[in-house]
């Protein structure tokens, strides 16, 4: 059982760190029924909240870059 609830976790954190998902789709997705057994889960497994969690450890977005015509190798 410590090894499945790890494992969701694990799960979670990557959804949380590089999605936009709502914190009940990331618990759903794991295998939660609601978002306050998961986020009692979370905190438990991980030590803060999904939500602190995410904003301290989000990839930031890639963002294209803005290249001019000279800049471009050819």
């Known amino acids: 059982m410590q090894y499945l609830a790890q494992w969701r976790m694990q ?3 990557g959804w949380l760190r590089d999605t936009d998902a709502k914190v009940i789709d990331v618990a759903l997705e794991v295998g939660y029924e609601n978002e306050a057994a998961f986020a009692r889960a979370f905190r438990r ?6 939500g602190a969690w995410r904003r301290a450890h989000r990839t930031p977005p890639k963002t294209k870059s803005a290249r001019t015509p000279a800049q471009d190798p050819k």
């Open 45 to 50: 497994a991980v030590g803060e909240s999904p």
């Open 11 to 13: 799960l979670a954190a």
